[in-house]
């Protein structure tokens, strides 16, 4: 519930990290791996992409993560391949492909290039709006061009955050959305028109977000986290707090994040919770 605390309620509310929870894993583990199971195999064209010259950061990317889950008792390593938490074995030769089959986290491979951050590789099975192959090759602006609030100030400042990152010294984020389904695959290509059939309820998707500088390459691996929830599963006092956030954004990010529609579930929901 990040916007019930003030270091993470507010835009970018980067965070220090600790290098040992860079990645996590809860109980929707074993059903958030099934999914991205099926759609590494099923869509693989559609949820990783990558350019050439981008294979020695991804080696040191899937090596980080081997790094990580090396201390997580959950993991077997054997000449089979690697053991996940929920007993699938992961045996992938490709590392990027291994990397994205092995943790919950969707991870991103930002480079420099001539002092842009471009995205040269990713596995991105829950995305949030947006599609990996459209974005593939793109610098940080131009990723973020149909975020109407992203120009500007908040650009500058995510620009200065990467250039700043360094390597053993991790950030960290959160962000929150509210959407109509509980689709954690949620690709929709640049002003596309988004769903607006809020029908069926209103869910609470939250992303946590984390930076990492890669020591031998000088890549950032961008890692997102996705858990999705009705809002009714939300505590009553949590969502009066939501709906004062909600009020409290400027109009554009309040029509961005469900405008009208999403703020009167809110409400309804905080109704019958009381």
């Known amino acids: 519930m990040p916007w019930r605390k003030a270091h993470t309620a507010r835009n970018p509310g980067m965070q220090p990290l600790d290098p040992a929870d860079w990645l996590q894993r809860d109980e929707t583990f074993a059903d958030q791996m099934a999914l991205r199971d099926r ?7 559609l949820v990783t992409a990558r350019r050439d010259g981008s294979e020695a950061a991804i080696r040191e990317m899937a090596a ?28 992938e030769p490709d590392p990027l492909i291994r990397s994205g089959r092995l943790v919950q986290e969707d991870l991103l ?20 709006h947006w599609t990996l192959g459209q974005k593939i090759g793109r610098d940080l602006g131009r990723i973020h061009v149909p975020v109407p609030f992203y120009s500007g100030e908040l ?20 962000n929150w959305l509210l959407y109509p389904d509980a689709d954690l695959h949620n690709p929709l290509l640049e002003f596309e028109e988004k769903r607006a059939d809020w ?3 209103l869910y ?3 992303e946590r977000q984390s930076l990492l500088k890669l020591p031998e390459t000088g890549g950032v691996v961008f890692s997102i986290k996705t858990d999705i929830a009705p809002v009714g599963a939300v505590p009553r006092e949590a969502l009066v707090d939501l709906l004062t956030a909600f009020d409290a ?14 703020r009167a579930r809110i409400v309804a ?3 019958r919770a009381a």
């Open 249 to 262: 954004l400027g109009p554009v990010e309040r029509g961005y994040k469900g405008g009208d529609d999403a």
């Open 155 to 174: 650009e500058r400042r995510v620009q200065r955050l990467f250039d700043a990152l360094r390597p053993g010294r991790p950030l960290w984020r959160a």
């Open 199 to 201: 029908s069926g309820g």
């Open 64 to 91: 980080q993560v081997a790094t990580s889950l090396a201390t997580d008792p959950g993991y077997t390593a054997s000449h089979d391949g690697i053991r996940r938490p929920d007993g699938v074995v992961v045996d």
């Open 204 to 206: 609470l998707r939250v």
């Open 269 to 271: 929901a905080i109704d």
């Open 39 to 45: 759609l590494i195999a099923g869509r693989r064209e």
């Open 109 to 128: 491979l930002l480079v420099p290039r001539d002092g842009r951050w471009v995205l040269e590789a990713g596995v991105l099975c829950f995305p949030s």
